[in-house]
């Protein structure tokens, strides 16, 4: 009797024991509300090109369009297909007692060129995988790559060439970002990681830049049923330093976007930026942020260069599952051609616009089947230009 009761005892022991394990395991992890999820997604894309005249690569690239009488403008009709913009993403969310926990990873397979690595077309079509997002949000803040605080993703022009029209803003970085919602509107600041890119006389790109401060971004984003508006600005310090000798200036730049209804579902989308020493933050910008000049001597000096440039877009919806696309972009920069020897300010690129024109049938409610005529031409400082007109078709496929 006095046996059976001592083993009822140490089964109530262990039992006790057991829950107040338990407990301490609860006490000890995060506030965790049961409720982590886990996401796959992401879109397969197949892209049939034709370029009528010059070949400009698996995405335009709007600096390098062959200009007029050069042997690769002499080459007329080519013809590709791939599948590198397909990327796929995986995401997870759990609510926390710090606010929602989330983090994305992201990547496509247009890593490397324009084009496809050499010789890769031969056999099996292989292509650079690449990252694209990368980070973590836990309530209002945000750490990793991401696309930078200055971009206005949402209103990007709706193009079936993976290049989008130039005179947008595209740049992943890693930054850390505080996001603050405050009376119907959303005030976003960030420290990013900087990039000095300017070029010598020589026309030589970057050439003993140092980044010693990130760069600074701030935004303020107002959302209401006619859809958005978005401010933006940065600040960036550009340094040279050649290990003797050193000067750093400033550069900043102001953007405008937004996306906005006008009737049915209709919309407009559109950029505006502009700067002194803003350079990479409009894309086809990119290496025009300065000029440096009296390199190895105490002359040495950093000259930032002004530049511009924008997008505008609209898309019609002719049914319920048909709508087409009608954007125009531009960039241009303002060399002060002084300081660059005649032979290097005669190749910079002025001025660059891009035309797009699409038709895009949503077949089934993830699947979309699209038309696209395209137009881009650049203009160098000494008056010499290139353009090409390319024809694609898409398939892409969401998951």
Known sequence: MNEMLEQRLLKLEQTTETYKNSALIKASAPNIDEGLTVAFHGYIKADLIYDIGAQSGDRINY?????????????SGHYRMH???????????????????????????FGGDTFSPAGSEVISNAVDFRLRHAYAELGPWLLGQAS??????????????????????????????????????????????????????????????????????????????FGHVSLQSVFRKLTVNDGTF???????????????KIFNRNQLRFHLSAGDGIGRYIQEAANTAAVVSGTGTDNLTLDTQKAWGGYLGYQHWWTENVRSNFNLGFVTVDWNEPLLSQSVSDLQNKYIKSYHVNIIWRLLPKVNLGLE???????????????????????????
């Not at 550069?251 to 996306?259: A, E, Q």
């Open 83 to 109: 599948a590198r913009e397909s990327r796929i993403n995986f995401q997870t969310k759990m609510n926390t007692k710090y606010g929602q926990f989330k983090t994305l990873i992201e990547g496509d397979f």
């Open 63 to 75: 600096g390098a369009i062959p200009l007029k009488g050069s042997p690769a403008d002499n080459i």
């Open 148 to 225: 930078s605080n200055y971009v206005d993703v949402a209103s990007y022009p709706e193009n079936l060439n993976f290049a989008n029209d130039t005179g947008q803003v595209l740049l992943r970085q890693s930054q850390l970002r505080y996001t603050l919602p405050y009376k119907g509107f959303t005030y976003s600041f960030s420290l990013e990681n900087p990039e000095a890119d300017f070029i010598d006389t020589a026309g030589q790109k970057r050439p003993n830049g140092q980044d010693s401060i990130p760069d600074v971004t701030a935004r303020i984003l107002f959302k209401d049923s």
């Open 246 to 260: 050193k000067d750093n200036t400033n550069g900043f730049g102001l953007g405008i976007s937004g996306k906005v």
């Open 373 to 399: 005529i395209s137009k881009a031409e650049r203009e160098q400082v000494n008056g010499a230009k290139g353009n090409i007109n390319r024809v694609q078709m898409s398939a892409k496929y969401e998951f």
